[in-house]
């Protein structure tokens, strides 16, 4: 049974929902990231309030802290953190590629070093698929080789054959393993290729053999210009089947969120919006502001008018420019719920422009206002 409908169509952009037993997500959506199982600063009940309908955490991460045991004994992430909706766990290839000189990649999987206790570990495709089990992952992500940018050929081609190669045997021990709690979890492939498009292709090219109800398009944002992003997407996109559901790993700009969409993106998830919102930039419809400037010290209008998040409907720019200065926590959490909802509406409001059937000029129309700086 397929966990990905498409509802409507407008040019390649597609409203669809995506579903597991922990419930139904409209797309397109964006997942906010709980690393260690928390979105930083925000409750579990304060996501749901804001209109979270997934959210993202990391294997790398609850493997080191708190361990598969303790989530073991606590009946999967979903207890542990007390969310009721469905969670996509990532593998941590990403993590480990950042770990740099304290990881070795080799056709077995990658050997690396604790960035907490220093102690020593062995991440293969089998055991990230078992610790995804313990974790209770909805959607878990198999692992990948994430190389960086500029990068040779022949690297990049090792790279997605490996990755193609762990797919198989990640795939196998999904097979042989049953989930712990007693619901269905899924195994989304990920196109790998870096920037090189005949390796791209050919990477989607083999995956869309598999007929997955959901893949996702991986080896993005380290450091490329956009539009080789754009034509990484695209080649992906060309090959794989049209009704399955399309992620982007870390792709977090706004108005790059409107043109992957516009390409045929259905999933979303990045640190922008609660890192940015910790670092005092907030996103508005006309584009990114920096609440520590000085020209905010006495502003007492809303961050955003007629936005109707608990920062806007209740506190002015002064007054979140003064809890930065102040270095009070409160500034951190207002600022990464203002974000997160607007992030939330974008979405909403990109999903009701596609069953419109007017999303290209809705989206020609904002999206050069988002990419400002104010």
């Known amino acids: 049974m397929s966990c990905f409908k498409i509802e409507k169509s407008s040019g390649a952009s597609r409203a669809g929902w995506l579903r597991c037993e922990h419930g139904?997500?409209?797309?397109?959506?964006?997942?906010?990231?709980?690393?260690?199982?928390?979105?930083?600063?925000?409750?579990s009940r304060e996501l749901e309030q804001l209109g979270a309908k997934i959210i993202l955490?990391?294997?790398?991460?609850?493997?080191?802290?708190p361990g598969v045991e303790i989530l073991k004994q606590s009946g999967g992430l979903h207890c542990f953190?007390?969310?009721?909706?469905?969670?996509?766990?990532?593998?941590?290839?990403?993590?480990?590629?950042?770990?740099?000189?304290?990881?070795?990649?080799?056709?077995?999987?990658?050997?690396?070093?604790?960035?907490?206790?220093?102690?020593?570990?062995?991440?293969?495709?089998?055991?990230?698929?078992n610790i995804q089990r313990a974790i209770g992952a909805d959607f878990m992500m198999p692992l990948d080789d994430l190389v960086g940018y500029p990068?040779?050929?022949?690297?990049?081609?090792?790279?997605?054959?490996?990755?193609w190669n762990w797919l198989l045997r990640g795939m196998e021990e999904f097979e042989k393993t049953e989930p712990l709690y007693g619901y269905r979890q899924i195994l989304p492939p990920i196109v790998q290729g870096s920037f090189i498009p005949h390796l791209r292709r050919r990477e989607a090219e083999r995956l869309a053999n598999l007929e997955a109800p959901f893949y996702a398009i991986g080896g993005l944002a380290v450091g490329e210009e956009p539009e080789q992003t754009k034509e990484a997407i695209e080649i992906s996109l060309e090959y794989l089947p049209?009704?399955?559901?399309?992620?982007?790993?870390?792709?977090?700009?706004?108005?790059?969120?409107?043109?992957?969409?516009?390409?045929?993106?259905?999933l979303f998830d990045c640190?922008?919006?609660?890192?940015?919102?910790?670092?005092?930039?907030?996103?508005?419809?006309?584009?990114?502001?920096?609440?520590?400037?000085?020209?905010?010290?006495?502003?007492?209008?809303?961050?955003e008018e007629n936005c109707?998040?608990?920062?806007?409907?209740?506190?002015?720019?002064?007054y979140l420019h003064h809890l930065f200065n102040?270095?009070?926590?409160?500034?951190?959490?207002?600022?990464?719920?203002?974000?997160?909802?607007?992030?939330?509406?974008?979405?909403?409001?990109?999903?009701?422009?596609?069953?419109?059937?007017?999303?290209?000029?809705?989206?020609?129309?904002?999206?050069?206002?988002?990419?400002?700086?104010?």
């Open 24 to 43: 139904e997500i409209p797309t397109p959506t964006f997942m906010p990231v709980g690393t260690l199982g928390a979105v930083k600063t925000l409750e």
């Open 57 to 65: 955490s990391n294997a790398y991460h609850l493997y080191l802290r």
């Open 81 to 129: 953190m007390n969310w009721h909706g469905p969670i996509l766990v990532d593998s941590g290839g990403f993590q480990v590629f950042s770990l740099n000189g304290l990881r070795k990649v080799t056709d077995e999987g990658v050997q690396f070093q604790s960035h907490i206790d220093g102690s020593f570990h062995l991440f293969t495709p089998e055991k990230v698929v």
């Open 151 to 163: 990068v040779d050929e022949n690297a990049a081609d090792k790279a997605a054959q490996r990755t």
């Open 242 to 266: 049209l009704e399955s559901a399309k992620y982007c790993m870390g792709i977090g700009l706004p108005h790059d969120l409107l043109d992957a969409i516009s390409l045929g993106i259905d």
């Open 271 to 303: 640190v922008i919006p609660t890192r940015n919102g910790r670092n005092a930039t907030l996103f508005t419809l006309k584009g990114r502001m920096n609440l520590r400037n000085a020209k905010y010290a006495t502003d007492q209008l809303p961050v």
């Open 308 to 318: 109707q998040c608990p920062l806007c409907m209740n506190y002015s720019r002064a």
């Open 326 to 374: 102040a270095k009070e926590i409160l500034g951190l959490k207002l600022a990464s719920v203002h974000n997160l909802y607007f992030y939330f509406q974008l979405m909403k409001s990109a999903r009701e422009h596609i069953l419109e059937q007017d999303y290209t000029n809705w989206a020609r129309l904002i999206r050069d206002d988002l990419a400002n700086k104010i």
